[in-house]
T-cell receptor, first 107, second 119 residues
Framework: DIQLTQSPSFLSASVGDRVTITCRAS??????LAWYQQKPGKPPNLLIY???TLQSGVPSRFSGSGSVTEFTLTISSLQPEDFATYYC?????????FGGGTKVQIK | QVQLVQSGGEVKKPGASVKVSCKAS????????ISWVRQVPGQGLEWMGW????????NYAQELQGRVTMTTDTSTSTAYMELRSLRYDDTAVYYC????????????WGQGTLITVSS
């Protein structure tokens, strides 16, 4: 199985900050990676797929980059509604594993 | 609009089985796959498996093989996930989600169903 390692696990930031989350895959996955945002008590929400394609309706302050085994999710200017947990998921091969998550908290 | 509406939460005893339903609306059911993901309260996401609503093909997580069965009923646009021989560590919120075509990502999710395994 492909393992995904997210870093950091926790992140404290302020409104307006630029935030970067990293996802590292244990094997080559090309660009087959998605990013999700999850708020407490809610299902995940798709932000990015194919490593860098913004899902319809997602604000442009979110962006994704990377390929092969190293990927990043960037929030260019953190907004109050962005405090949540973020997960990456590899879509290259079954099982479609998730990273452990990054919780973005208010500083 | 696309909606996935799941059945309500249940409490089950260890060793029992549970079947969670996921009724889809707002799109052509057989054109998409359905993934099932679970989340132990306070923990991360775990991919359980996938089913094609077109032909019923499935792919399950290795650790659930033999205990999980995913099915669809195209006449009612409903997907089902049955988990057998329940254990305490199966206590989790179970989500169904629609696959985004040609990407593997999941773009619409059900509201989640809490399954509690307790004696």
């Amino acid at each position: 199985d492909i393992q995904l390692t997210q870093s950091p696990s926790f992140l404290s930031a302020s409104v307006g900050d630029r935030v970067t989350i990293t996802c590292r895959a244990s094997q080559v996955i090309g660009s087959y990676l998605a990013w999700y945002q999850q708020k407490p008590g809610k299902p995940p929400n798709l932000l990015i797929y194919a490593a860098s394609t913004l899902q319809s309706g997602v604000p442009s302050r979110f962006s994704g980059s990377g390929s092969v085994t190293e990927f990043t999710l960037t929030i260019s200017s953190l907004q109050p509604e962005d405090f949540a947990t973020y997960y990456c998921q590899q879509l290259n091969s079954y099982p479609l594993t998730f990273g452990g998550g990054t919780k973005v908290q208010i500083k | 609009q696309v909606q996935l509406v799941q059945s309500g939460g249940e409490v089950k005893k260890p060793g029992a089985s549970v079947k969670v339903s996921c009724k889809a609306s707002g799109y052509i059911f057989t054109n998409y796959g359905i993934s099932w993901v679970r989340q132990v309260p306070g923990q991360g996401l775990e991919w359980m498996g996938w089913i094609s609503a077109y032909n019923g093909n499935t792919n399950y997580a290795q650790e659930l093989q033999g205990r999980v069965t995913m099915t669809t009923d195209t006449s009612t646009s409903t997907a089902y996930m049955e988990l057998r021989s329940l254990r305490y560590d199966d206590t989790a919120v179970y989500y169904c989600a629609r696959d985004k075509p040609s990407t593997g990502a999941t773009d619409y999710w059900g509201q989640g169903t809490l399954i509690t395994v307790s004696s």
